[in-house]
């Protein structure tokens, strides 16, 4: 069983298909091997919105296409942990099976990937479906800070978008 991606579209600029947006970050997390219990959110929002969260987490002005927000490094902890729920200690060897991984939230402005569509030469479909991929190898730890690290971000993105998008989609 895959992991549990929740999507909510809390913006009535552009029509968006939000269930096939969920599909594709349910299968791209699924083939980069993150299985159940673990968990994302899928926000799109407006740009007023995408503005406020750009400045406050990036220091940028403006609305932006995407924006991860990675909750947890590592899944679970080993050895004891006093908040874990048990009445003793966990054997380094044990794994916690029973707990949700929250992997973080994915945000979108679908107003701001449609400009980009337009800049891009692509639909809007194929624009949002490389966001959402994006966003879920960044909770996933890929970065593209460095040349070398944004050519592997990339290749892996067209991977996973020539397997698992729609018609339309790239």
Known sequence: MGADVFGADEQADVEV??????????????????RAPAEVSLLLVDEGAM????KQFMGKDGPTDVLSFPIEDEPGSKGRNPDSGTTGPISQDDEITDLEILLGDIVICPAVAQRNAADHEVTLEQELGLL?????????????????????????EQVLLARF??????
């Open 17 to 34: 298909d939000l269930a096939s947006l969920v599909d594709l970050a349910t299968k791209a997390l699924d083939a980069e091997g993150v």
């Open 51 to 54: 503005a406020a969260l750009n």
């Open 132 to 156: 959402v991929v994006h966003g879920v190898l960044h909770l996933l730890g890929w970065d593209h800070v460095v040349d070398a690290e944004a050519e592997r971000m990339e290749a892996r």
């Open 165 to 170: 998008a729609t018609p339309g989609t790239p």
